[in-house]
Structures are given as C-alpha cells and as structure tokens.
C-alpha cells in the first residue's frame, strides 16, 4: 500500500483541501465528484465540504474553500491536519498564472503542510488555448522556486469525474503503487 494511503488516506476522516484562485473551478470538481452531474456554481463565499467515497472504498472529505482575493487570509484556517492538498489551476488563465503560483507558495509555507502531498490541477484543458501542463510546469520551472522541484503536474485533463481518478491521481503524485 503506498506511504500516501497509510500516511493519510487510510486513516478515517481524510481531510482533502482544495485551495485555487477564484474562477479556477474548486466547487464545479466537487459537485462533479459528488453528483456526477454538470452543476452551475456561483462564487464561494466562506467553504463547501462534502463526504466521498471512492469504489474501492477509500472514504474521504473534500473541502472547497472560497479563493477570492478577499478571502486568502482564510486558507491557512484550513490547512491544519490534512491529508493532500489539491491546488487548481484555471489554465486559460494565463494572465493570472504567477498570482496564482504565488498564493500555491504561500500555502506551501504553511507548517502544517510538511510533508503533505501536493496535487496541482491543470483545469479546463478542454478551453481551446488552456495552457497545456507541460508550459505551465515550464513557466513553474524558470521561476526557479522550490515548486519546480517538488510538485508534478498530474491532470492535465478537465475535471475529474470520479473520485477513482481524483484518488488516482493523487496516487500518481506519491509515486507509489496503489
Ligand atoms: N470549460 C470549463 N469550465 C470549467 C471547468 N471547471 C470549471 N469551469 C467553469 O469555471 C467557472 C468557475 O467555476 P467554479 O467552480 O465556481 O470556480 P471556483 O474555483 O469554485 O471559484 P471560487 O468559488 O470563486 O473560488 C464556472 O463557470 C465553471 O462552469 C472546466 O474544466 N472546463
Ligand atoms: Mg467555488
């Protein structure tokens, strides 16, 4: 079983945290995940949490918490005793790609996420003109931060549509076999 599974997963209660800027598309993944239906979302205001299960049985809470501007203060509230961190990204968002990247760093910092695997989420791949992950892992790299350096890109697809490949993918980021 891999050390992502034993370390967090598997205990009861896996905290997953989603954090991303506004418009990135947290809520939209988690009502996706939840429903499995296209649901029209609005802004968030404060968090969204909902239980999930993935088919192999693996039981989880995912947060989504609000990523307006106004609300970054909030994000180090929600990252005590967690088990990943999911950081979305809106890849048509070119323009806001280093704010971005910089809210991730600083949510890096936090103490409680040593050691706390990271999954950043290249989302709305199916935008034509989305970067793809690979320029956006570039653009990561020539900032020379610790970033390039201890986070993958893992999905470059649009949002998840089941809490396997959600699970799935976190996986892929802990390099160890399910
Ligand atoms: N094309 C496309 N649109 C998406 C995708 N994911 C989300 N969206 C759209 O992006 C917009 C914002 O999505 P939300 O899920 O509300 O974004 P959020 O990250 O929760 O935003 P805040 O709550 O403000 O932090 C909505 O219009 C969604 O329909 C995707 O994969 N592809
Ligand atoms: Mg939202």
Redesign the pocket.
Known sequence: MGKLISKGWRKRDARVIML?L???????LLYRLKSSQAVE?C??VGFNVESLKTPCGVSFTLW?V???DSLRASWPNYLEDISTLIF?LDSTDTARLAEAMAALEEALGHPGMAGIPVLLLA??Q??PGALAPAEISEQNSRRGTVLAASLGLISGC??PTSTRALHLSVQMFSKDAF
Request: net charge negative.
């Open positions: 991303g506004d418009f990135a598309g947290k809520s939209t979302t802004p968030t989504d609000g990523g307006q979305v989302n709305k199916d935008v649009a949002v």
